[in-house]
């Protein structure tokens, strides 16, 4: 089956903009996370969805936001970009919330870049 | 608050020799613990994890890794390595109990194998 998709898979924007990333789960995968992957910080726990509501968030600004349709597809949304929002965001499904024995599904991730 | 350690950025192996990539954790209950691997311009892909059982686990490519409950560590092992299995690995940890849900990643090992 069709493993987990994510649009745009590049993405250059202007700071002070905002950015919505998108993500569409295995299917009957319910469980949504999302992370930020930089050289610096390694991959980041930004938040996780579970049956369209938010289960778990990461210690991120609030200018870091995400939702989750009946359909189990995801969207992230970062408003009033900074250059240090530059990063590969990777989304990841799972059978199972977090805390469960489910492993996780990354995407092929979007490639941020903020000038 | 759970953790995850790799304590080495970097491991290089010549093609053929054994590789183990280290990993130790830090959880509250009983551990989920997860192997993923990373391609270059790649998400993360899974190999292996342990849930219960068995210490030792057999996952995808060969690779297999060892459960050690009294050294808190969950090392990634392959008896012969290949050029190919030249990647960025990560450990994680996810729990059901202590209060954290949220998987936790270790910052990643690359490793190299020369020819």
């Known amino acids: 089956k069709a493993g987990v998709t994510q649009t745009p898979r590049y993405l250059i924007k202007t700071r002070g903009q905002q950015v919505t990333l998108s993500c569409s789960p295995i299917?009957?995968?319910?469980?949504v996370s999302w992370y930020q992957q930089t050289p610096g910080q390694g991959l980041q726990f930004l938040f996780e969805?579970?049956?369209?509501?938010?289960?778990n968030k990461g210690n991120f600004p609030g200018r870091f936001s995400g939702r989750q349709f009946s359909n189990s597809r995801s969207e992230m949304n970062v408003s009033t970009l900074e250059l240090g929002d530059s990063a590969l965001y990777l989304c990841?499904?799972?059978?199972?919330?977090?805390?469960?024995?489910?492993?996780?599904?990354f995407g092929p991730g979007t490639r941020l870049t903020v000038t | 608050a759970q953790s995850v350690a790799q304590p080495e950025d970097q491991v290089n192996v010549a093609e053929g020799n054994p590789l183990t990539v280290k990993c130790t954790y830090s959880?509250?209950?009983?551990?989920?613990l997860f192997w993923y691997v990373q391609y270059p311009n790649r998400g993360l892909q899974f190999l292996l994890k342990y849930i219960t059982g068995d210490n030792l686990v057999k996952g995808s490519y060969g690779f297999e890794a060892e459960f050690n409950k009294s050294q808190t560590s969950f090392h990634l092992k392959k008896p012969s390595a290949l050029v190919s299995d030249s990647a960025l690995y990560f450990c994680?940890?996810?729990?059901?109990?202590?209060?954290?849900?949220?998987?936790?990643f270790g910052r990643g090992t690359s490793l190299i194998v020369h020819p």
């Open positions: 990841a499904s799972s059978l199972g919330a977090g805390g469960s024995s489910y492993e996780q599904y």
């Open positions: 994680a940890v996810s729990s059901a109990s202590g209060g954290s849900y949220i998987p936790t």
């Open positions: 969805y579970f049956s369209e509501t938010q289960r």
């Open positions: 299917s009957g995968h319910r469980s």
């Open positions: 959880v509250s209950g009983n551990p989920y």
